[in-house]
């Protein structure tokens, strides 16, 4: 019986249940993309192979052997179907489902016509499932149906024989149950897609985008920097080794209900003063940045994660920077820089830094203008109580009201996340007003204690700039550059105290749970983020081109010198002793000597054998001296020739020298 089940094909009601099957996955591929010529052909193919199989029980050796290349073969054409597809215009082309179930099909009509002869059952269940289950993309109103019913076919004609039927009904009912879960899920999405949509669009813009350094910022908009989950997302790194515990983006001048806007005009334009493979340097006076400056200038690269709106996140006493793709920069009194690609999607930068010797900057970049002492008429009530109740009125000097104002938030604010009482941010008047609801509630965060500072800073005659940016980085240990966190944002002030530009932080120092550090693992991701970034840099924006540039100058330099021919030279005098102290070495003349010798040793060996050969005593072939001696009687007749023979035997094996 065993013989007789592998030659020839056992036909029962499970094998016309396969062919069924096989052609339900014809008809229905042919007719969900509109070949139903291809669906038929297949079918038809599908009935006479089972047909010669079953009706003449055909021997499985008899059989078409399987071939991989129509296997192969098949793929060029559709592969060139698949490239011509025509596309579709906000859609799918069908054609891009049908052609791999095409193939499919096609594969599986191969090996079940070779089946047993290099075909195998199991591939034939495959890509017939396979080709079924692509035959129900977008399948026309009343086929689903007989799809189901060719799964199922599947289901008993690949089944156990013998299976029991509750076996049957339980996985029907799994496969129902799985169904309803996936349905209901797909109609709990499309009713809600919309929602979801709008959830996902808010998450990816707050990501995406640090709030708080836009040309027009509100008060109070760097609360998502510090309430979201992506407050620990790091969005600059800075490659220095000096960390700067301030990094300015923008400042602002004028406020009106609740939103601070910035000044009208630059105080300056930048011009590109020369370039650095394909990025522009921009000088705030001539000569200060480049190379052969007698000034110490350190380059330092920033890259931002997210778009920087324009900015050029730098810290104070920057003397330059540098940019791709930039043909100007706007310079505004206090050092804010603006016009990196005014679309906001540059991400990297360098500024300059001075080291040692002191830069000198024009002072026409360090003037104030008039807006920088503007304060609006329905804010003067609010301004004058704060400076009533700080005691700032006739303090002297910039610094000793900078000092009271600063020593009165400490004793008498809090740092805090949320203001209560605050609602909107713009439009408010009255006691609603954002600065109002701040100043009586005695706490807030950055955004508020910077903004009243600085109409206060105003309404006392010194010009004052509210700027935002970032503050107090992290330094880890081990990476090469220190990161700046989303967490980090904050809002100080710029103040013209004294006849200079100084930074003025009225903000209390943060709670201990504002300043959790990241975690060990978190640090060295962020490591290895930060390194292939670099390379990545370094590949892209052309800076491995300046190496080669380099190297080239300094390959060069070295061709036109003498040194590498006086190498040259050396080289070619110590190959030339070498090869003199090897011949010496090997000293010809000894070996001559000892060939002279082996020669006479030769006749006096020869002479001694043939003397002894007279009286009936030879060496045999392969015998050694040695033993032809131990088998030799002592005989005077011979006694000079053995000798000979043990004179050889004895310094045969000595040295010239022994």
């Not at 009286?615 to 000079?640: A, M, N, W």
Request: hydrophobic fraction near 45%; charge should be positive; aromatic fraction near 16%.
């Amino acid at each position: 019986m065993n013989t007789l089940l592998n030659k020839s094909e056992v036909v029962d009601v499970r094998y016309v249940a396969k062919v069924l099957f096989l052609c339900i996955a014809s008809f229905n591929l042919g007719h969900t993309f509109d070949f139903m010529w291809i669906g038929i052909l297949f079918a038809f193919f599908f009935v006479v192979t089972g047909i010669l199989n079953a009706g003449r029980r055909r021997e499985f050796a008899k059989r078409p052997r399987y071939s991989k290349i129509p296997a192969y073969g098949a793929i060029v054409p559709l592969a060139i179907f698949w490239v011509m597809t025509p596309g579709v215009e906000n859609g799918f082309s069908p054609n891009l489902v049908f052609i791999p179930g095409l193939y499919l099909l096609y594969l599986a009509a191969l090996q079940e016509r070779s089946r047993g002869n290099g075909g195998y059952e199991t591939f034939v269940a495959f890509d017939g499932v396979g080709a079924l289950l692509l035959s129900m993309y977008m399948v026309p109103s009343g086929y689903g149906y007989v799809g189901a019913a060719g799964f199922l076919l599947v289901l008993f004609a690949y089944s156990r024989r013998g299976t029991s039927a509750y076996k049957y009904i339980l996985f029907l009912v799994l496969v129902a149950c799985l169904g309803a879960i996936s349905y209901g899920g797909w109609r709990y999405w499309k009713s809600h897609r919309y929602a979801y949509g709008a959830q996902m669009a808010e998450d990816f813009m707050l990501r995406e985008r640090v709030m708080g350094f836009d040309p027009a910022v509100s008060l109070g908009s760097f609360g998502s920097n510090y309430n979201s989950r992506y407050n620990d997302q790091v969005v600059l790194r800075v490659w220095d080794d000096k960390p700067s515990r301030y990094l300015k983006a923008a400042s602002y001048q004028k406020y009106a209900a609740g939103v601070w806007k910035m000044p009208v005009a630059p105080v300056k334009t930048l011009y590109p003063a020369y370039y650095q493979v394909d990025y522009a340097v921009f000088e705030l006076a001539d000569s200060l940045t480049r190379p052969d400056s007698s000034h110490d200038v350190k380059q330092v690269w920033v890259q931002s994660t997210i778009p920087n709106f324009g900015f050029v996140f730098a810290p104070y006493g920057a003397i330059g920077y540098a940019g791709k793709n930039v043909d100007s920069l706007s310079y505004y009194a206090g050092g804010m820089v603006q016009g990196l690609n005014g679309n906001g999607k540059r991400s990297d930068w360098h500024y300059f830094r001075c080291d040692g010797s002191a830069c000198n900057l024009p002072d026409s970049l360090l003037a104030y203008e008039d807006g920088d002492l503007f304060v609006m008429n329905r804010y003067l009530p609010l301004v004058d109580t704060v400076i009533d109740a700080m005691g700032l009125r006739e303090q002297g000097a910039d610094s000793l009201v900078l000092q009271k104002m600063l020593d009165y938030f400490l004793t008498k604010f809090n740092y805090s996340l949320s203001v209560p009482g605050v609602r909107r941010w713009g439009g408010n008047t009255g006691a609603r007003e954002p600065l109002s609801v701040f100043w009586h509630e005695r706490r807030g965060y950055c955004e508020y204690y910077a903004s009243l500072s600085t109409l206060v800073l105003r309404r006392l005659g010194i010009p004052a700039r509210y700027v935002t940016g970032f503050a107090n980085p992290e330094a880890p240990e081990g990476l090469p550059y220190y990161i700046f966190r989303r967490k980090h944002s904050h809002a100080w002030v710029e103040a013209f105290a004294d006849g200079r530009w100084v930074i003025f932080d009225p903000t209390p120092p943060i709670l201990p749970q504002f300043g959790v550090r990241a975690g060990w693992w978190s640090l060295k991701w962020e490591g290895v983020r930060g390194r292939f970034a670099r390379v990545m840099h370094a590949l892209k924006e052309g800076e491995w081109r300046r190496s080669v540039d380099s190297w080239q100058a300094a390959s060069a330099a070295l061709v036109g010198s003498p040194v590498p021919y006086a190498v040259l030279v050396l080289l070619v005098a110590g190959i030339a002793g070498r090869r003199i102290y090897v011949f010496r070495k090997k000293n010809p003349k000894r070996n001559i000597a000892a060939s002279v010798r082996a020669r006479e040793w030769a006749k006096k060996l020869d002479r001694a054998e043939r003397e002894i050969a007279r009286y009936g005593l030879h060496r045999e072939v392969g015998e050694t001296v040695g033993c032809f001696v131990k088998r030799i009687p002592i005989d005077s007749r011979y006694q000079s020739s053995l000798d000979v023979l043990l004179a050889y035997e004895k310094s045969r094996w000595k040295s010239d020298d022994a």
